[in-house]
């Protein structure tokens, strides 16, 4: 089963800010396989990215995605108010076994 | 509007069974896998299992293989997670959410692009 690490566990920012969120993985992962997700409090949560790099509908470019091999990062260009929440990385390999990442919360300072 | 709705929430007892629902409509529900995804309270999001409507086949993350079962009714659009006997641990909320996929060249992006609100299961005696 494939391990993936976030850090930081906690990022304190303030709103324009730039956020680096990293996911590492304990082995190499395709990058069409490893997506992020958003949630907020009392939410279920929300696709950012998939394929490593692609926004999901409805994104704004302000979220961007890179990375490969067993090293991905989601980046938050400036962060708005709305984005105060706990980002997750996955991998969706083909075994269909998957694993999440323990999350990252962005929290304001 | 391709939509999961799970069923409500539930309090039980210890040693009690239950079985969880999730429906889907707006979309072709026997060609999309639906998984499900374990939240215990302020903690991460854990995978649990897929099914594929279609067939049946289902496949379990190996901390949870033994500990509950996945089944599907496609005549009904609809997937279950079931306990045979819940233990204080089991509290959770637990979301449904549909496997999606994209052409990326060769091969497919996978990720989940819809998902239930989650159904709160609370075991306490």
């Known amino acids: 089963e494939i391990v993936l690490t976030q850090t930081p566990g906690t990022l304190s920012l303030s709103p324009g800010e730039r956020a680096t969120l990293s996911c590492r993985a304990s082995?190499?992962?395709?990058?069409?396989?490893l997506a992020w997700y958003q949630q907020k409090p009392g939410q279920a949560p929300r696709l950012l990215i998939y394929?490593?790099?692609s926004r999901a509908t409805g994104i704004p470019d302000r979220f961007s995605g890179s990375g490969s091999g067993t090293d991905f990062t989601l980046s938050i260009s400036r962060l708005e108010p709305e984005d105060f929440a706990v980002y997750y990385c996955q991998q969706c390999d083909n075994s269909l076994t998957w694993t999440f990442g323990q999350g990252t919360k962005v929290e304001i300072k | 509007e391709v939509q999961l709705v799970q069923s409500g929430a539930e309090v039980k007892k210890p040693g009690e069974s239950l079985k969880i629902s999730c429906k889907g409509s707006?979309?072709?529900?026997?060609?999309?896998?639906i998984g499900w995804v374990r939240q215990m309270p302020g903690k991460g999001l854990e995978w649990m299992g897929i099914?594929?409507?279609?067939?049946?086949?289902?496949r379990y993350s190996p901390s949870f293989q033994g500990q509950v079962t996945i089944s599907g009714d496609k005549s009904i659009s609809t997937v279950h997670l079931q306990w045979s006997s819940l233990k204080a641990s089991d509290t959770a909320i637990y979301y449904c959410?549909?496997?999606?996929?994209?052409?990326?060249?060769?091969?497919?992006?996978?990720?989940?692009?819809?998902w239930g609100k989650g159904t709160t299961v609370t075991v306490s005696s």
């Open positions: 707006g979309y072709r529900f026997t060609s999309y896998w």
């Open positions: 959410a549909r496997r999606g996929f994209t052409a990326a060249g060769v091969g497919y992006y996978y990720y989940m692009d819809v």
């Open positions: 394929g490593a790099s």
């Open positions: 082995q190499s992962v395709s990058s069409s396989y």
């Open positions: 099914i594929y409507p279609g067939d049946s086949d289902t």
